[in-house]
T-cell receptor, first 112, second 116 residues
Framework: SQQGEEDPQALSIQEGENATMNCSYK?????LQWYRQNSGRGLVHLIL?????REKHSGRLRVTLDTSKKSSSLLITASRAADTASYFC????????????FGGGTRVLVKP | NAGVMQNPRHLVRRRGQEARLRCSPM?????VYWYRQLPEEGLKFMVY????????ESGMPKERFSAEFPKEGPSILRIQQVVRGDSAAYFC??????????????FGEGSRLTVL
């Protein structure tokens, strides 16, 4: 079964709005990462948050991590049409040899 | 600095043929990972290799699939006697030797295998 599960599976918003997606996981982690994938392309790393961190920012991205609830959220502020993509959370945990385990993704459509 | 290079980008095979997918990691990277992605799904881990060593192959199917990362040359994912269910995008990712703590991976553009 997936270590990470994203919610919602799909999201449609207007340009300028904020997009929020969530990720839940099952076991303790070393860190949690978010990646973006444009259609037909490879994944691009966005941001990494360690298990002892609660919030991180990178440009228009804000990530939170709640280890007590085993969940994370990714917020994209002031979305642009170019933000249209699938977003995946991925976790690393020592028990799994620190390899990345991905969730099923959230497909975001930003309408101009 | 070239990124992770995968080839071919697209590969069509008939059932029973062999598929070979190649991956050259980023310069200076010594860890290679292979993932498989079905349409509209996330990436599923297959195998993690370092030069001349398979570190973790827990995601590899028991039969027909093999992977190597020789001392010289690219990493190869080999699928023998392909079946329709092998149709997927196969992604390679690499990381530098000291990135085990962060786990950040750098991905190639993928190889899309279609089995007729």
């Amino acid at each position: 079964s997936q270590q990470g599960e994203e919610d919602p599976q799909a999201l449609s918003i207007q340009e300028g709005e904020n997009a929020t997606m969530n990720c839940s996981y099952k076991t303790s982690i070393n860190n949690l990462q978010w990646y973006r994938q444009n259609s037909g392309r490879g994944l691009v790393h966005l941001i990494l948050i360690r298990s002892n961190e609660r919030e991180k920012h990178s440009g228009r991205l804000r990530v939170t991590l709640d280890t007590s609830k085993k969940s994370s959220s990714l917020l994209i502020t002031a979305s642009r049409a170019a933000d249209t993509a699938s977003y995946f959370c991925a976790t690393t945990r020592e028990a799994a040899g620190n390899k990345l385990t991905f969730g099923g993704g959230t497909r975001v459509l930003v309408k101009p | 600095n070239a990124g992770v290079m995968q080839n071919p980008r697209h590969l069509v095979r008939r059932r029973g043929q062999e598929a070979r997918l190649r991956c050259s990691p980023m310069k200076g990277h010594s860890h290679v990972y292979w993932y498989r992605q079905l349409p509209e799904e996330g990436l599923k881990f297959m195998v993690y290799l370092q030069k001349e060593n398979i570190i973790d192959e827990s995601g590899m199917p028991k039969e027909r699939f093999s992977a190597e990362f020789p001392k010289e040359g690219p990493s190869i994912l080999r699928i023998q006697q392909v079946v329709r269910g092998d149709s997927a995008a196969y992604f390679c990712a690499s990381s530098p030797p000291n990135s085990m703590d962060t786990g950040e991976l750098f991905f190639g553009e993928g190889s899309r295998l279609t089995v007729l």
